[in-house]
């Protein structure tokens, strides 16, 4: 799929600019086509302004038999037309294997839903292209982009459509409201690239707040509906069975609005403590007010580092966990992208013995060999010297390069089992020991998530804020137990 990679959706544009060329052609012989149709209607209606009495003249006579037996025949079956349109859908053709497919398109609809959960942002701003946080929350903006890319009424009916399909009138409701409001603001204007129209959204919202147990919502929507399609014989049982709902339960006598709840998709415990998380992106000021929390520069003993140590950062104590910075440079982050950019696979988590994708985490991975380029060796070193560990196979596992997608996350796990650029949000979370560090550039962060008597920590169950703004890359490197055993002695303090 597309929309679970930022660097597939790269590919994207590639293949809308082909499609946009093919467009510019197509307008540009079709305005030639249409400007020649121009010059013959001049040509003709010219000709009877200028001869009332085309009749006299034995020379204009002959044209206008003329023209009226070849020249409108000529005109009115050119093929230039369909010549036109079949090369735009020839050129179109081509490219529909490159096209996003329904999955994608849902996909995304469904990561902007859970940037907006997440980071609690308001729809409206989100159909303005602007990244507010919702009312509720003291309205602030978080980000606005630097070019316009405000969404279409149609945009926004599509994703309440994929919440509807879902049964989610949580998401629904708010989506098609905005589109209710935006297709009222341009009623009468027809844009050729639309799927829905007024008429559409009302009655998919008119549905979605029926659904919802809002009846009055739903027969006004219902009725305004009819107004613009009065032959629809459907919407108009349903304002009859709304009426007779709402005859049969005046008000105050039990007809209640059923609160629709946001749909925990996650069936997560831990989703308020993670989104809390995020929602701070990365910010944790009370974190450096700890004077163990401090910064130095690092060589580990290790002789690899004496003249470039490292610039170490402590997170956290408990669980331990420390952020290099720029554990690597742009250029090895750089190249890291490139190898891993043509092998991104769907991300998978375990699911019993077997692996499959799934909603919690939406990303694409790939698993680098050290022998597929010299970087790739020089990193491991690198983490060998920091940790102090034995990083060669079995002990390890391969590098694993991960890039996020349209609110690309990963909900929280257990790793007992990290280079990138994020403008807004992304953090990883660690949900127990209750803080998030942003996404920072070139650096790493290491934890270790079993104590020394090889239990596993609790408190390391972490995870990967959606991506808001920005494409994320990580690099995994999951160092096995196996194999450290004097490098890591064993203690017999349950706690250590
Ligand atoms: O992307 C992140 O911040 C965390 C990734 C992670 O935890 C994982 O891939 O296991
Ligand atoms: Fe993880």
């Not at 001869?51 to 070849?70: E, W």
């Not at 098609?176 to 799927?195: I, K, P, Q």
């Not at 459907?234 to 709402?246: D, F, G, M, P, Q």
Request: aromatic share 10%; hydrophobic share 35%.
């Amino acid at each position: 799929d597309m929309y679970s990679s930022m660097a597939s959706i790269q590919q994207a544009v590639t293949t809308e600019k082909v499609l946009l060329h093919h467009l510019e052609s197509y307008l540009e012989k079709e305005t030639y086509r249409l400007n020649d149709l121009r010059r013959f209607y001049d040509k003709v209606q010219a000709f009877h302004e200028a001869t009332p009495d085309p009749v006299a003249d034995p020379i204009v006579a002959y044209t206008l038999m003329k023209r009226l037996h070849l020249e409108w025949l000529n005109v009115v079956h050119s093929l230039e037309a369909t010549e036109n349109i079949q090369a735009l859908k020839e050129g179109y053709e081509k490219e529909e294997k490159r096209l996003p497919i329904f999955e994608d398109v849902e996909g995304a609809a469904k990561g902007l839903m859970r940037l907006q959960d997440v980071y609690s942002l308001n729809v409206n701003g989100m159909a303005r292209g602007k990244l507010q946080r919702a009312a509720n929350t003291a309205m602030s903006l978080l980000y606005k982009p630097p070019a316009s890319s405000t969404m279409s009424a149609d945009d926004c009916f599509h994703i309440g459509k994929v919440a509807y399909e879902m049964d989610d009138y949580y998401h629904s409701i708010p989506w098609l409201e905005e589109a209710v409001s935006m297709f009222r603001g341009s009623y009468g204007n027809w844009f050729t690239e639309d799927e829905g129209t007024l008429e559409d959204a009302l009655d998919y919202l008119a549905f979605s707040y029926y659904k919802a147990g809002n009846i009055s919502q739903a027969l006004d929507l219902s009725r305004e509906c009819l107004l613009y399609d009065p032959d629809n014989k459907r919407v108009a049982r349903n304002v009859a069975k709304y009426e007779k709902i709402l005859d049969e339960n005046p008000i105050g006598s039990g007809l209640e609005e059923a609160r629709v709840h946001r749909p925990n998709v996650t069936h997560l415990r831990t989703r308020d403590l993670y989104e809390g998380l995020c929602r701070t992106l990365g910010k944790q000021p009370k974190m450096y007010e700890n004077p163990k929390m401090f910064c130095m520069y690092d060589t580990n003993g290790s002789p690899h580092l004496t003249l470039q140590p490292l610039r170490r950062e402590m997170v956290s104590l408990d669980p331990y966990v420390v952020l290099y910075h720029d554990f690597v440079s742009d250029l090895e982050s750089e190249t890291i992208k490139e190898i891993a950019a043509p092998w991104l696979l769907r991300s998978v988590v375990a699911s019993g013995e077997k692996q499959s994708e799934a909603e919690y985490r939406i990303s694409k991975g790939a698993w680098l060999k050290d022998t597929v380029h010299s970087i790739i060796r020089t990193i491991d070193i690198r983490i060998a010297a920091a940790t102090g560990l034995n990083v060669q196979i079995p002990y390890t596992e391969h590098l694993q390069v991960v890039n996020y997608g349209i609110g690309g996350h990963y909900e929280p796990h257990f790793d007992h089992a990290t280079l990138s650029s994020v403008d807004m949000g992304g953090s990883t979370a660690f949900i127990y020991a209750n803080f998030s560090i942003p996404v920072i550039k070139n650096a790493a962060l290491f934890w270790w998530n079993l104590r020394r008597n090889g239990a596993g920590n609790e408190d390391t169950l972490h995870a990967g804020c959606p991506v808001l703004i920005g494409n994320k890359w990580v690099a995994n490197k999951w160092i096995h137990e196996y194999g450290q055993e004097f490098r890591r002695p064993c203690t017999l303090i349950p706690e250590d």
